[in-house]
């Protein structure tokens, strides 16, 4: 290049914005640590998202479980992996639920370490709480569930799923089945929804 007098264009390092989004990054401690279990509805949940792939782009479900009796009680599914896709479930649960006081338990990623999310759940009373750096087992209940969500109902239909229509079309039918006819050993072979209806009474 010095031959030829040619330069490169070199692009800076963008120093600054790397401090914004460090500092912006908020995590909170591991409160749930493991115990998988509440006495009632609306004292625990934990959220997460995954991705199914589709035709050109990525699908993302995002996903919080009320841990009382392991139901979805909200969750958002889009094309979009911003931010959104944590606030937006939260927001939609908030419809449902008063949420001051509840835990909601996370990982670490950016989706949950982000100013919208962090301030949302202290907007709304809701204690954070977030798995261990890199260990996926403080979630593992929710990761248990995706992992069926995929090999029971996902993996079947492969073939038949090429758009975001089909990931919500399989998806919403996988969740009303999920939450009202799928037996866990767990809740003594109730699936969520009877579960909660036979054991807790407002």
């Not at 509440?38 to 959220?47: F, G, L, Q, S």
């Not at 982000?114 to 209940?141: F, H, P, Q």
């Not at 992992?147 to 073939?159: A, D, S, V």
Request: charged share 25%; glycine share 4%; aromatic share 10%.
């Amino acid at each position: 290049m010095q031959g030829n007098n040619l330069q490169s264009s070199v692009r800076r390092k963008r120093r600054k914005n790397c401090l914004v989004r460090a500092k912006e990054a908020a995590v909170a401690p591991n409160l749930l640590n493991r115990e998988f279990s509440a006495a009632a509805p609306n004292m625990k949940y934990v959220t997460d998202i995954t991705y199914v792939p589709i035709r050109g782009a990525m699908a993302y479900l995002s996903v919080i479980m009320d841990l009382y009796n392991r139901e979805i009680v909200a969750h958002k599914i889009s094309t979009l992996g911003d931010a959104s896709l944590s606030v937006d479930v939260v927001k939609a649960l908030r419809k449902k639920r008063n949420l001051h006081g509840a835990l909601l338990h996370s990982d670490q990623g950016v989706h949950y370490t982000n100013k919208a999310y962090t301030e949302t759940l202290r907007k709304n009373g809701i204690v954070a709480s977030m798995s261990r750096k890199g260990n996926c087992w403080d979630n593992a209940i929710i990761e248990n569930f995706f992992g069926n969500y995929k090999n029971e109902w996902l993996k079947p239909r492969r073939k038949s799923i090429h758009s975001l229509e089909d990931v919500i079309d399989v998806t919403e039918t996988y969740l009303e089945y999920y939450n009202k006819y799928r037996l866990q050993k767990r809740l003594g072979n109730y699936p969520p929804v009877q579960y909660r209806l036979e054991n807790f009474k407002n």
